[in-house]
């Protein structure tokens, strides 16, 4: 059995916060982390691994700089991380990314564990529900 956790890299609201003239974050001027509810979810896949034997697997729709967010995933002990990047995604919106995160979870049989319900970015919390 393998444990999906979808994570998302997202802005760090607890220190500078830059905004454009338009109104919209400015996130290539701030510090990002882990979604907090989607490192709440490792933790817990990482439980069940430790109950079950299962393997983790993180994974992620983002610029190349999430690797770095991947590998903090892989130190906590997941067994595996995917990084789901390129231009075409860029500007991605909430049915986009379901679909590129479908298109990974499908050939898994069982063991996708509904990672957030809410995020630090976008507040939608729909992907998981659709996912799942």
């Known amino acids: 059995m393998k444990a999906i956790v979808c994570v998302k890299q997202v802005p760090d ?7 454009n003239p338009d109104g919209t974050l400015n996130r290539a001027s701030m510090a990002t982390i882990i979604n907090p ?3 709440n979810a490792v933790e817990a896949a990482l439980k069940l691994k430790d109950e079950t034997g299962c393997k ?7 610029p190349p700089p999430a690797q770095g967010m991947l ?3 892989l130190a906590m002990g997941a067994d595996e991380a995917v990084l789901v990047s390129g231009r075409e995604f ?3 919106d909430t049915y986009a990314g379901l679909v590129s995160a479908a298109g990974f979870a499908v ?24 996912l799942a």
Do not use: H, Y
């Not at 983790?56 to 983002?62: E, L, P, Q, Y």
């Not at 996708?112 to 992907?127: D, F, L, T, Y």
């Open 71 to 73: 590998r903090e995933l």
């Open 37 to 39: 509810d989607d490192k």
């Open 90 to 92: 860029g500007g991605s």
């Open 107 to 130: 050939p898994f049989e069982q063991g996708a564990i509904e990672p957030v319900a809410k995020q630090v970015a976008g507040w939608c919390a729909q992907k998981n529900r659709e």
């Open 56 to 62: 983790v697997v993180v994974v992620t729709m983002g």
């Open 13 to 19: 609201t607890s220190g500078k916060v830059a905004v």
